[in-house]
């Protein structure tokens, strides 16, 4: 069964998106509370992620988790006036519940040390598992002394037909300020023997973002040589240069941390032109179509702390010229 009851419980038809960060979008199957601004997005393939489902039972404990993979949806909404903490979250809870879902933890607390659901305490050590990017800004476990208050919502259902679940966290940043994190995550393309991406998904993100990633090029260790069961997904975008006759792109190779800078700027930028050279040579796109670059790890979208954090990290992107 399709879930679509959430998005219009959430009183948000005709919600500005004037001031969303470029590329930005509600999810189809959640939508903003009405006046809320998305600040900041992400969408990844091939997560692993771990919902919390208990109180805190110890030092950055919780005993009880669901452990999920697929693709990841992040959204992260500022809203300011008077709109309070408990209206975000009775109204969040309202529309999941009458949308059918099996509502898996739940809870708003004003005190933040608290160990039960929805404290700050108890989302970091959420969060701590399914950590996002230091650098862009997101100021739900912040805030000033006087700022208390947060909730937690994790819910699972069927969307498409597909196994889905969302994760709804809110906090008063400052006396004007509230913020939300909202993570969906689609239990699709897991099966790591088949193509993961194909043209038409492609099309989709760079329409919507201007830019795809692509975690399933695969190079042999060290090198800038394509692994063969990863070409099928280069000739996917040779398709959607086909699908988009007009767009050029920058390849931008991506690496995690493991040894230096300067041998990961090198490698990201030879993977990247190994690339580029397999698209023009053997599926004949235009040279002046593309331009490979590489960053090496200087711009993570996980940890490199983590074997899985290092794998998204790993990634080869399609950025829109």
């Avoid at 000033?144 to 906090?171: E, L, Q, R, W």
């Avoid at 069961?229 to 040779?238: M, R, T, Y």
Wanted: hydrophobic share 40%.
């Amino acid at each position: 069964m399709r879930h679509t009851l959430i998005a219009l419980l959430l009183l948000s038809v005709g919600a500005s998106n004037a001031q969303d960060a470029n590329g930005c979008k509600d999810h189809p199957l959640i939508t903003r509370y009405l006046g809320a601004t998305l600040a900041w997005c992400e969408e990844q393939n091939h997560v692993d992620y771990a919902i919390a489902r208990g109180p805190v039972t110890g030092y950055k404990n919780i005993d009880l988790w669901t452990e999920v993979k697929g693709k990841r949806t992040r959204l992260y909404y500022t809203i300011s006036g008077t709109v309070s903490l408990r209206d975000l979250y009775l109204n969040y809870q309202s529309a999941l519940k009458r949308a059918g879902v099996t509502i898996l933890a739940e809870g708003q607390q004003d005190k933040s040390t608290s160990p039960e659901v929805g404290s700050r305490t108890m989302i970091g050590v959420h969060f701590a598992r399914n950590d996002f990017p230091p650098s862009v800004g997101i100021n739900l476990l912040k805030g000033s002394a006087t700022s208390a208050g947060s909730f937690y919502i994790a819910a699972s259902m069927k969307h498409d037909n597909v196994p889905a679940h969302v994760v709804v966290s809110g906090s008063q940043y400052t006396s004007e300020v509230k913020v939300m994190m909202v993570d969906i995550i689609e239990e699709v393309g897991i099966d790591t023997d088949k193509v993961q991406v194909d043209a038409v998904w492609m099309k989709q993100q760079i329409e919507a973002y201007g830019k795809v990633a692509i975690n399933d090029i695969l190079f042999n260790t060290d090198k800038a040589t394509v692994q063969a069961a990863s070409l099928p997904v280069v000739a996917e975008i040779a398709k959607l240069l086909g699908l988009m006759p007009e767009l050029k792109a920058f390849v931008v190779g991506h690496t995690d941390m493991t040894c230096t800078l300067e041998h990961n700027l090198d490698l990201s930028k030879r993977r990247a032109a190994e690339v580029v050279r397999l698209l023009t040579t053997v599926h004949g796109i235009a040279a002046a179509r593309l331009e490979a670059h590489g960053v090496g790890p200087l711009t993570p979208v996980s940890t490199n702390k983590t074997e899985a954090g290092k794998q998204l990290n790993r990634r080869v992107e399609l950025v829109a010229r």
